[in-house]
C-alpha cells in the first residue's frame, strides 16, 4: 500500500504539470472510485471546468485545491495509481477508472485493480459551523495541517502528518504516553500519525531500536527522542528515493516509474535473511493479522 513517501513522490511528480490545468472532462468508468458522491455525473459536475492551483498532501491523501475554493482529493488504497498520458491514443492500461482531460492538453489515468482507492471533491463546511479536528493534530505549532483539514472536513479525523503538522519531541511525547497499545498499533493508526504504513513503521522501529510490541506510554524519554527523529528520517530518506516497490506491488510514480528505497529496508520483507547489524535473521511477528519485521537483537 503506498504510504506517505510514496503519495508524496506522487504529488511532486504532478504539481510540475499539472497546477494551472483546467480539467475539460472526467470520464468515471468504474463508479466505485468515486463511491463517496451520489452518482459519477455528481462527480464529474464537481470537478469539470474547474482548474487546479496546488497539490499537496495530508498523511496518505492528495489534495488538489480547485479555484472555486473546493478540492479533490485522492487516496491510493491498497493499489492505486495516478499515470500521466499525452492524449487517448496512449494505450490505457486495465483497470483505469477514471480519466481527466485538460483543456491545455494531456491527461491523467486513476488505475486501481484493487478499487479500494478513491477519489472525491470536497466541499469545506459554511463558515461557524462546528468540525472536530483530531486533538493531535491540533497540538501542532505550525505547517499547513490544521487549515488543510479545516477546509476538508473528511480529513479533519486525521493524526499528526510529519512534515505537513510541526510537533516538536515533547509533544509526541504527550501522545506516546496516552497510548497503552503497542508502539507498531499506534504508529500505523492514521487518527494518531497520519502517512505511516507498515513497511515505515517496521523501518522507523527498527532505527530507533524499538521493538513494535512495547506498550508506547512505556517509553524513556531519551526513547522517544529516538523514535521522533528516525520518523523524520526514514521518511525523508525514503522521499528522495521515490518510494518503496516491491516485487508484488504495483507502486509507481506518474510516469511509471518504480521507487527505489527497498534497496535500503533493513527489516520490512526480510524474514530469515540476516540483520545488517548484527546479522541475526530477522524475525516476523503478527500485529492485527499483518505481518512485522524486526531484529529480536537489535530492537529491545
Ligand atoms: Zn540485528
Not at 7 to 21: C, F, M, N, P, Y
Not at 205 to 213: I, K, N, P, Q
Not at 277 to 290: A, K, N, S
Request: hydrophobic share 35%; net charge positive; proline share 5%.
Amino acid at each position: 500500500m503506498p504510504e506517505l513517501p510514496e503519495v508524496e513522490t506522487v504529488r511532486a511528480s504532478l504539481a510540475r504539470d499539472l497546477i494551472g490545468k483546467k480539467v475539460k472532462t472526467a470520464v468515471v468508468t468504474n463508479g466505485r472510485v468515486v463511491r463517496r458522491h451520489k452518482s459519477a455525473k455528481e462527480f464529474r459536475f464537481a470537478i469539470e471546468g474547474h482548474t487546479i492551483k496546488t497539490a499537496q498532501r495530508l498523511g496518505k491523501n492528495l489534495i488538489f485545491a480547485l479555484e472555486n475554493g473546493t478540492h479533490l482529493v485522492v487516496h491510493l488504497g491498497m493499489s492505486g495509481q495516478l499515470l500521466r498520458a499525452k492524449g487517448p491514443k496512449d494505450p490505457k492500461p486495465k483497470h483505469t477508472h477514471v480519466v481527466f482531460t485538460f483543456v491545455q492538453g494531456g491527461e491523467l489515468r486513476y488505475v486501481d485493480p484493487r478499487t479500494f482507492g478513491e477519489l472525491y471533491v470536497s466541499t469545506p463546511l459554511p463558515e461557524g459551523s462546528d468540525l472536530e479536528i483530531s486533538k493531535f493534530a491540533r497540538l501542532s505549532i505550525g505547517g499547513d495541517g490544521l487549515g488543510l483539514r479545516r477546509e476538508i472536513p473528511e480529513l479533519a479525523h486525521l493524526g499528526i502528518d510529519p512534515f505537513e503538522d510541526q510537533i516538536g519531541w515533547d509533544r509526541f511525547a504527550a501522545i506516546l504516553r496516552s497510548r497503552s497499545t503497542s508502539l507498531k498499533v499506534v504508529l500505523t493508526d492514521q487518527d494518531i500519525i497520519a502517512g505511516l504504513g507498515n513497511i515505515y513503521a517496521d523501518e522507523t522501529l527498527f532505527a530507533s531500536g524499538l521493538r513494535y510490541d512495547r506498550s508506547a506510554e512505556s517509553l524513556s524519554t531519551i526513547e522517544i527522542r529516538r523514535l521522533h527523529r528516525a520518523i523524520t528520517e526514514i521518511l525523508t530518506n525514503a522521499i528522495k528515493h521515490g518510494g518503496t516497490t516491491l516485487d508484488d506491488e504495483q507502486f509507481v510514480d506518474p510516469d511509471g516509474k518504480p521507487g527505489s528505497y527497498q534497496q535500503f529496508l533493513q527489516v520490512y520483507n526480510r524474514e530469515g535473511q540476516p540483520c545488517y547489524q548484527c546479522r541475526l535473521p530477522i524475525t516476523r511477528g503478527m500485529v492485527r493479522q499483518r505481518s512485522t519485521f524486526f531484529c529480536e537483537k537489535c530492537q529491545s
